[in-house]
């Protein structure tokens, strides 16, 4: 069974350009998380989809990012415009189960895309 | 205060040996505690949950939840040199929009000596 997979796997963008990052879940899995990293930073929350609803995008950091769930299969993240800030490594994880007090279900990540923006 | 705290290491320990890996979160509400595992390059991996107070024993990992002291470790016995990785410890709290978040530490970097 095929995991997470995210395209690309490092982008290089110029400040002020539009960036696309694209997660293809695991089949079946109807949460689709988001999560990124920045440099020295910790992974964090960005939102999180159940199948094509967001449930919660409380971590998105501002109105420059856009995700999508068209038909609650793959997810994309575009970032436009792009701003140095946004470096990091973006991960896509995705779970069958949405967890009550008992967690969220056992995530599965992706390997994650790296954006620089020069 | 930091939300999820790890020494970030390196920590070096020669194989065989045990490896200890510590956590301390902020959060008293927060409810799952969970370890990954991630190599350079890589995806986290998910190594052990743990959900109540005390040990959680599998096969050569042992995680231990003590919430009163808001603390999460990980210990690896016989630490073999493919347990060369960066640990993440993440805690699942409730958003208050909707659904549980993972909250990270920033990952204590383990590297088993030959």
């Known amino acids: 069974e095929a995991g997470v997979t995210q395209f690309p796997s490092h982008s290089v963008i110029e400040k002020g350009q539009t960036v696309t990052l694209r997660c293809d879940p695991i089949?079946?899995?109807?949460?689709l998380y988001w999560y990124r990293r920045v440099m020295g930073k910790e992974i964090k929350f960005l939102l999180h989809f159940v199948k094509e609803s967001k449930q919660d995008e409380s971590g998105m950091p501002n109105n420059r990012f856009l995700a999508e769930r068209t038909g609650g299969t793959y997810s994309t993240l575009k970032v436009q415009p792009a701003e140095l800030e946004d470096s990091g490594v973006y991960f896509c994880?995705?779970?069958?189960?949405?967890?009550?007090?008992?967690?969220?279900?056992?995530?599965?990540f992706g390997e994650g895309s790296r954006l620089t923006v020069l | 205060q930091k939300e999820v705290e790890q020494n970030s290491g390196p920590l070096s320990v020669p194989e065989g040996a045990i490896a200890s890996l510590n956590c301390t979160y902020s959060d008293r509400g927060s409810q799952s505690f969970f370890w990954y595992r991630q190599y350079s390059g890589k995806s986290p991996e998910l190594i052990m949950s743990?959900?109540?107070?005390g040990d959680k024993e599998d096969g050569r990992f042992t995680a231990q939840l003590n919430k009163a002291s808001q603390y999460v470790s990980l210990l690896i016995r016989d630490s073999q040199p493919s347990d060369s990785a960066t640990y993440l410890c993440a805690v699942a709290r409730w958003s208050g929009a909707g659904s549980y978040q993972l909250t990270f530490g920033k990952g204590t970097k383990l590297s088993v000596i030959p």
């Open positions: 089949s079946g899995h109807d949460n």
């Open positions: 743990i959900y109540s107070n």
């Open positions: 994880a995705s779970s069958q189960v949405e967890g009550g007090p008992r967690g969220t279900g056992e995530l599965f």
